[in-house]
Nanobody, 120 residues
């Protein structure tokens, strides 16, 4: 079964950078879409960044110009480069992705998440 595992979170000062990874286990042909979500106590879960099967990207207004989503199918990994971090970026980040096999089968799932804490 395909499994998504996030890593790269931690504690960082405002203005710093982190690069999150979402690695997929198992054998498959390629990623289709992949999204990064953020959960914060007292706030609704929000879509932070997404990348489509055609490699078009979308970002929440709050992170535009600071975050970059990308993927490397050879490494079965999706990334979120986070620059110029702000305290309001603090939250629990997790990925959602769909993968494809040559026979047309698909799988969609969520990773366990990684905590990002930005201090002022």
């Amino acid at each position: 079964q395909v499994q998504l595992v996030e890593s790269g979170g931690g504690l960082v000062q405002a203005g710093g950078s982190l690069k999150l990874s979402c690695a997929a286990s198992g054998s498959f042909d390629r990623f289709n879409y992949a999204d990064w979500y953020r959960q914060t106590p007292g706030k609704q879960r929000e879509l932070v960044a997404g990348i489509s099967g055609g490699d078009s990207t979308t970002y929440a207004d709050s992170v535009k110009g600071r975050f970059t989503i990308s993927r490397d199918n050879a490494k079965n990994t999706v990334y979120l480069q986070m620059n110029s971090l702000k305290p309001e970026d603090t939250g629990f980040y997790h990925c959602n992705a769909e993968v494809w096999w040559p026979d047309g089968q698909t799988w969609n799932g969520w990773g366990q998440g990684t905590q990002v804490t930005v201090s002022s």
